[in-house]
C-alpha cells in the first residue's frame, strides 16, 4: 500500500482497485464547512465529533480528502466509487481522514 503521511494528515486507501492517498488540507476542509453550513472549523469538528456520519457525508469528506490531495474528482464520482468492504470501509476511511485532520494521534506504545 502506497505510504501516507500521518503527520500531514494523509490516509493511504485502496479504491476502485487503485491505491490514493487522500488529505483534508485547510482548503479541504473549508470546502467541507460551506457543504455542511457551518461558520467554522470548530462547528466542522463537533458536527463530526458525534461519529455519526451519512451516506452523504462520507461521499462528502472522501472527495474532499482526495481533492485535497490533488485529485480531480466530483462528488457524483466519489459516490459511485467501490470501497475495500464496502460502506464500512468507506466509513472507516472517512473517519481516519477526519482523525488525521483533527489530530487524533494513534495510541502510543506504552513504555515500560
Known amino acids: 500500500m502506497m505510504a501516507a503521511n500521518r503527520r500531514r494528515g494523509e490516509v493511504a486507501a485502496t479504491i476502485d482497485g487503485r491505491e490514493r492517498r ?10 467541507l464547512e460551506e457543504a455542511f453550513a457551518l461558520d467554522d472549523i470548530s462547528a466542522l469538528a463537533a458536527r463530526f465529533g458525534s461519529g455519526r456520519l451519512a451516506a452523504r457525508d462520507l461521499v462528502r469528506v472522501i472527495g474532499a480528502g482526495l481533492r485535497g490531495a ?43
Open 70 to 112: 490533488g485529485e480531480a474528482v466530483s462528488d457524483e464520482e466519489v459516490a459511485a466509487m467501490r470501497f475495500e468492504r464496502g460502506a464500512a470501509g468507506a466509513a472507516a476511511l472517512a473517519t481516519a481522514l477526519l482523525e488525521a485532520a483533527f489530530g487524533v494521534e494513534e495510541a502510543a506504545p506504552a513504555h515500560p
Open 22 to 31: 487522500l488529505c483534508l488540507t485547510l482548503g479541504a476542509l473549508a470546502e
